[in-house]
């Protein structure tokens, strides 16, 4: 990293990190990958995010993450056509806080007769007045969080995608060239039949005839995607490849699409009512989730900036470890490339498939779902709000075989004054750990503990902390040690 792009981040960063990673600021200088949150081996040391947790409590505002942190976001979509894009779009306003939004480009320019009933007939119009919708709810939502954005500022940035017009392209290479060292992450919903060709499709068209090999290199190596694939021989054929491209839409497995199956895991999880918690009493925004879709709730496109939420489990750089957008595995289709889909399975509740990697979140998706709603119409002290965890100790941590490993999630707390409950679980799919049983004790309690197996080679182990506070709706965060496990030196001991 050059010493330019370091000034641009607020916390000191590693010399050579993978992207997304940070150091703390403590003596041990222990690094943790995009998690919001630095802690030392004595005390829990905090980026801004939760230094803001002092002033909070006091003030009554929300801890958002640092601008180094927030990942640089622009999503295509074809509202207009299948309803679920709209659905999709008002849970996505709702997070808008949680990253820097560049841009919402529509590519539908007119709306499809019969299947969309939305009364704007054109894409534009339909992400436009959803805009204004959340702009009723934006002196509530402001409340709860002050990075939520200004509604003039995402309506400025949301632009046409048609093809009579560039506008989508300008807004994409703008944002791209810009004096920002954070990447762009890149969400195109899909497009079918009545839509315009991707607008990313065409500004790397563009790069490559104007730029030439060495340009749109430098310019496509600042693009990741969490997206459908909609950008033809850029994906795949000419190098070099994305740096990062993960697909919450496919493959199909056992006769399921997988964008199909977040409906029917999510929509009734936590006993989550789309009447009762979003479309009645909670605002215009929450009105306007139409659901006249081929699947209930369907949503398809909802995983692939669910992915991207930084709730301290999700690491959008590292796409098989899990979380709120499912655990992803490589793409067989482009073995060569770091290019990521949903072919991932995980044992949970005696039951072992794909499912699974998103089924066992699903409750603590939908209650973070009615709790942002819920700050449409309410003002702060009136909903509730995400715990704070906090782990003491470094969050990467080498063990020896045998060794007692101490787990303290005692400095976690809740802005509301909640209790909090407390989950310590071993993930074992992330690293395909094989080894001996791991026994947590206490795994329902702050502080657990758990002997480090006796390996014959190295291995590695995840440990989620869940943290669930008493409010209403139950709010979820989490915390992610990884346990480096050396070999034991004498087997027979």
């Not at 899990?322 to 490589?330: A, D, F, I, T, Y």
């Not at 782990?391 to 490993?405: F, I, N, S, Y």
């Amino acid at each position: 990293m050059s010493a330019k792009e370091k000034e641009t981040f607020p916390l000191e960063v590693l010399d050579d990190p993978k992207p997304g990673m940070g150091r703390n600021f403590c003596d041990d200088q222990r690094p943790f990958a995009f998690i919001g949150i630095y802690l030392c081996s004595s005390v829990v040391s905090v980026n801004t995010w939760v230094l803001a947790l002092g002033l909070g409590l006091l003030l009554g505002t929300a801890f958002p993450s640092t601008a180094g942190e927030r990942l640089r976001i622009i999503i295509e979509t074809d509202a207009g056509g299948d309803p679920d894009d709209e659905q999709s779009l008002v849970r996505f306003l709702l997070y808008a806080n949680e990253w820097d939004v560049e841009g919402i480009i529509a590519n539908r320019p007119q709306a499809r007769e019969g299947e969309n009933r939305n009364r704007e007939r054109t894409g534009l119009g339909i992400v436009r007045a959803m805009i204004d919708a959340y702009g009723a709810c934006y002196p509530r939502l402001v409340q709860h969080d002050p990075q939520f954005p200004k509604p003039e500022a995402l309506r400025s940035r949301s632009v046409p995608g048609y093809e009579d017009t560039d506008d989508g392209v300008e807004l994409i290479v703008r944002a791209v060239d810009a004096a920002d060292a954070r990447p762009v992450w890149f969400s195109n919903w899909g497009t079918d039949h009545g839509s315009a060709s991707s607008s990313l499709k065409r500004a790397l068209d563009r790069v490559l005839r104007e730029r030439g090999p060495a340009g749109y290199a430098r310019f496509k190596r600042r693009i990741y995607l969490s997206s459908s694939d909609e950008f033809g021989e850029h994906t795949g054929t000419l190098d070099p490849p994305f740096p990062l491209w993960v697909d919450t839409w496919r493959p199909e497995m056992n006769r399921k699409r997988w964008y199909h199956q977040f409906s029917a895991i999510t929509a009734g999880a936590g006993g989550f009512d789309i009447e009762r918690d979003v479309r009645s009493g909670h605002g215009p925004l929450g009105a306007l989730y139409p659901t006249n879709t081929t699947h209930w709730l369907k949503e398809g496109d909802t995983l692939s900036f669910l992915y991207l939420v930084p709730n301290g489990l999700n690491n959008p750089f590292e796409p098989g470890w899990g979380g709120w957008g499912g655990r992803l595995g490589k793409n067989e289709e482009f073995s060569d490339k770091p290019y990521y889909w949903a072919n991932e399975i995980d044992r949970w509740q005696g039951t072992i498939n794909r499912e699974n990697t998103l089924a066992r979140w699903a409750e603590a998706i939908q209650n973070d779902f009615r709790a942002r709603m819920d700050w449409c119409v309410a003002e702060r002290p009136n909903a509730n709000h995400p715990p704070i965890p906090g782990v003491r100790g470094a969050l990467q941590r080498t063990v020896r075989a045998g060794q007692l490993v101490e787990l303290d999630a005692t400095p976690s707390v809740d802005p509301d004054g909640h209790s909090l409950r407390f989950n310590w679980l071993p993930y074992f799919e992330v690293t395909g750990y094989g080894g001996p049983a791991i026994e947590l004790q206490n795994s329902d309690q702050a502080r657990s503990s758990l002997e480090a197996p006796r390996l014959d080679r190295a291995g590695s182990v995840h440990l989620i902390l869940s943290v669930t506070d008493g409010g209403e709706p139950r709010l979820t965060r989490y915390q992610r040690v990884i346990l480096e496990i050396e070999p034991a030196l004498d087997k027979g001991k």
